[in-house]
């Protein structure tokens, strides 16, 4: 395991991690913000009222995987469990058996190529299903949806991969904004890439280790086994993409527990036997610590909602939740990181918020796997 710090010698030089970073993450990472802008261009480019002007649809099918499908759980998330339309998110390649007419898919993938997408869109054109495809330009995707005379919104060949969320999401949001399912100002591209590029500049390469909220948390999680707990959906929806981006770019596993549904699960992780002993000291010296110890890393949401009023469990509130698996952090000193809770404006709505947890999360992911070499050792 990498002493803390040598890695953060590494991530303080930008040479060296520019060597270690031959796919480009880093600036994929920190272009979010065009990212989104240049979407919700080609968004608009490809027509949504083709899929919109048949009015408001019975439900809202998503055929997407990995980061398709965090954006999908984000949009599932926002509409909340009010929505006036059913939104479901599937893996492919078929398409539920219920889906017809009164239904939009949106089929929704970084390469716009595979199996589990083109299939979908051409079953979607033969059943008489508005369809909106997103994928690469060029791909089987575009032209299945051209067969079926769909919009497709065309991801320049320019994206990386694991970086490509925002340009599945925008369209998304966008779409639900046109369906009168997310007031405009809530789906707003510039307020959402603001937040995006407020974020690159406070955790981009150039910002030294101390003053860095992403390279400290990379830091922090160098030697941790992460349990994340999240408050609420849309938390949860962020804690889907923090634990996908860990394993994948620097192959560390997490747990994540959403609250408050699954409190109880992580207060028995957080004083289980993985749990410092009792009687151990917190601010010990740990350099001869042998593997990896717990570390809650929490994501909030104040507005995942009040008290439900169901009495079947207790606390019956996200925000109580945290307060107790907190407490049971405590109580069995296990160290509490907290993920873009510092420099958020209050006033911020809820999507610039998530939008700045998403950018942490990303630069968190990818300046531990730089820390850690992990880039190189994928190459040929």
């Known amino acids: 395991m990498i002493p803390p710090e040598l890695a953060e010698e590494v991530l303080d030089d930008l040479e060296v991690m520019r060597a270690r970073d031959p796919r480009g993450l880093l600036p994929a990472v920190a272009g979010a913000g065009a990212q989104v802008r240049e979407t919700a261009r080609l968004t608009a480019e490809a027509g949504l009222g083709r899929v919109t002007g048949g009015g408001r649809p019975r439900g809202l099918v998503i055929v997407a995987r990995r980061e398709g499908a965090v954006a999908a759980s984000v949009l599932r998330a926002l509409l909340g469990a009010g929505s006036p339309v059913t939104v479901d998110v599937v893996p492919g390649p078929a398409l539920p058996v219920w889906t017809g007419p009164s239904d939009v898919v949106v ?120 349990v994340i707990a999240a408050e609420g959906p849309l938390a949860g929806a962020a804690a889907t993409r923090i634990a996908d981006q860990l394993a994948t770019l620097a192959g560390l596993p997490a747990a994540g527990f959403r609250l408050p549904d699954q409190r109880v699960a992580a207060c028995a992780v957080l004083g289980g036997p993985l749990a410092p002993h009792d009687g151990v000291d917190f601010f010990r010296d740990r350099a001869d610590d042998a593997g990896r110890r717990l570390r809650l890393l929490t994501i909030r949401d104040s507005a995942a909602g009040g008290h439900d009023g169901a009495g079947e469990r207790d606390p019956r509130s996200a925000g109580e939740a945290m307060d107790e698996v907190l407490r049971t952090a405590a109580a069995r000193n296990v160290p509490v990181s907290a993920l873009a809770e510092q420099g958020q404006a209050a006033s911020a709505g809820r999507l610039p918020r998530l939008a700045r947890q998403l950018a942490v999360a990303d630069f968190t992911a990818v300046y531990l796997a730089l820390a850690l070499d992990a880039e190189r050792g994928r190459l040929p």
């Open 107 to 226: 089929v929704a993938t970084r390469t716009g190529a595979g199996s589990y997408a083109v299939g979908p869109a051409y079953e979607a054109a033969r059943r008489g299903v508005s369809l909106l495809g997103i994928g690469a330009e060029d791909a089987p995707l575009h032209a299945a949806c051209s067969t079926g005379r769909a919009p497709y919104v065309a991801l320049p060949a320019s994206r990386v991969r694991h970086t490509t969320l925002w340009s599945l999401l925008t369209p998304m949001l966008l779409l639900a904004a046109e369906l009168g399912l997310l007031p405009g100002e809530v789906a707003d591209p510039e307020s959402i890439a603001a937040a995006l590029d407020a974020t690159a500049e406070e955790c981009g390469p150039a910002k030294e280790t101390f003053a860095n909220p992403a390279k400290t948390l990379a830091l922090e999680l160098l030697d941790a086994l992460p």
